[in-house]
């Protein structure tokens, strides 16, 4: 059991996070405000204070720099919370001493565990040498990533450089980049780093639904308004009102509903499919594709004006093979995470694994490496991962083929072609939807490709 001291301003957070504490057995006391948190630090002795950035007599720098300048027996290790989450605070709380930080909307799981690790350290290390090691590492954790985004690359720099330009604004952004290079965290991190981020963040995959759905699915319908719609249910704009919708795969949103979509961002306001009342919305659209969506434009596909509605930012997503300086840095935070949620014990990855991953392109980006890591784990049977683990050849993941065993360049393609959507069919468990997103296809090729393989039920 440890001396928690939570320091937030917002009452629902605040009981929240000390109910979540005390279930698991800690002393907690709480503190609405900088005066009260030192008050009840003068009084007791904590291990840990967990407090919000902005409070509403002065910031959590301001608690921080206060204890660490107050001499206290026992000094309490300290971790930041803030609802803005830019880089220059949690850099500047690590410089100060903080054991870590945190971005607001927080995810219980992660608060509590983030909790338990400083308790941890704190129990098992002495202070001067965790302070050292602990910071030194946090230090050079927020250098290498922005929320989930892991990268320290140059061009993922520059990413995170333009993120941080791009939040605060109400503009929209277009995000551009092959399937698998992350669009939909960056556009996670964007939304996180606005002032919309006490607000939902709704997406819709726009290639996943035939035309009459996504109509539906966006601006929601009445009762009666068509065959099925047994009661009124709100749209994505209006579960999104406040905060920001994010259209996945913009490109394939069909001919009407663009006419439909170009009202709303104009107007800012909607009527639900068969209604007649108008709807005010606040949004903030953030949009990706792996298309050429100007390309789209010149061929007719979609309209010139939603385009440029769309366009106000554009953003792309460097493809994997053009920042090869992350490939280690991904394998290790890939390892550390899905060796936790498997149970299994690895501790790393062999240099001639590690060698053959950087050699190869990565057609399927940050998402196939994370799949290849997840397999390479689930089949290891050792504590290090090594080449064993990586049925490559050249290509991770993918069996050696040969022409001469399959008869012909098609019949090569057609059989990895097979594997891969089974692979993928088991990651998304059988959901077709999901199991499209992975691949990087529509859902009705998904279909067709299902069928020619026999792989329909």
């Known amino acids: ?23 698991r057995g800690h002393a907690v006391e709480a503190a609405h405000s900088v005066a009260a948190a030192r008050a009840l630090l003068a009084a007791g002795t904590f291990d840990l204070v967990v407090s919000d950035y902005r409070l509403e007599d002065g910031t959590g720098i301001d608690l921080l720099t206060r204890i660490k300048q107050s001499g206290l027996a026992g000094e309490p290790d300290f971790i930041m919370i803030t609802g803005y989450g830019t880089i220059d605070i949690a850099v500047e709380s690590m410089r100060l001493g903080a054991w870590d930080f945190l971005t607001k909307p927080l995810d219980s799981d992660a608060f509590r565990m983030k909790v338990e ?28 990533r922005f929320g989930d985004i892991v990268g320290r690359s140059p061009q993922m720099q520059a990413i995170f450089g333009q993120i941080q330009k791009i939040a605060p604004t109400h503009s929209s952004v277009l995000l551009t980049g092959e399937s698998g290079t992350g669009k939909e965290l960056v556009a996670r991190a964007i939304h996180r780093q606005s002032p919309r981020a006490g607000g939902p963040f709704i997406r819709v995959n ?41 259209l996945d795969e913009v490109a394939d949103i069909p001919p009407s509903v663009q006419i439909k979509l170009l009202r709303v961002l104009q107007e800012k306001e909607l009527e639900r499919v068969g209604g007649e009342r108008t709807i005010r919305v606040d949004v903030r659209i953030l949009s990706a594709t792996n298309r ?13 004006d939603l385009f440029y509605r769309l366009h106000i930012v554009p953003l792309r997503i460097p493809p994997l093979r053009e920042r090869e300086g992350d490939i280690e840095l991904l394998v290790r935070h890939f390892i550390r995470a ?23 392109p990565w057609p399927g980006n940050v998402r196939e490496l994370e799949n290849a890591i997840e397999r390479a784990i689930v089949l290891c049977d050792g504590e290090q991962l090594g080449p064993g ?16 065993g399959n008869g012909s360049l098609d019949g090569v393609l057609a059989q990895t072609e097979r594997r891969l959507i089974q692979e993928a069919l088991d990651k998304a468990g059988g959901v077709k939807t999901r199991t499209a997103e992975i691949l990087g296809i529509k859902t009705s090729a998904l279909y067709y490709k299902l069928e020619k393989y026999g792989l329909l039920p």
């Not at 050429?292 to 010139?304: H, K, P, Q």
């Not at 683990?389 to 001469?404: H, I, K, N, Y």
């Open 338 to 360: 899905i060796s936790k949620e498997t149970g299994k014990r690895i501790t790393g990855i062999t240099d001639e694994a590690l060698a053959h991953l950087r050699s190869y």
């Open 292 to 304: 050429d969506l100007a390309a789209a434009v010149e061929s007719g596909g979609f309209r010139e």
């Open 206 to 246: 726009c290639s996943a639904l035939a035309e009459t759905l996504l109509e539906s699915e966006l601006f929601g319908h009445e009762r009666g308004a068509f065959t099925g719609a047994v009661r009124e249910r709100r749209g994505r704009f209006e579960l999104a009102h406040g905060g920001t919708l994010f």
């Open 389 to 404: 683990e990586f049925p490559m050849g050249d290509a991770p993941g993918l069996a050696p083929q040969s022409l001469a």
């Open 1 to 23: 059991m440890a001396a928690i001291l939570i320091v937030e301003d917002n009452a629902t957070l605040r009981d929240g996070l000390t109910q979540l504490l005390r279930t």
């Open 117 to 144: 690790k400083a308790l941890e350290v704190r129990a098992t290390h002495g202070e001067n040498r965790r302070l050292d090691a602990e910071n030194a590492y946090l230090r050079g954790e927020v250098e290498e």
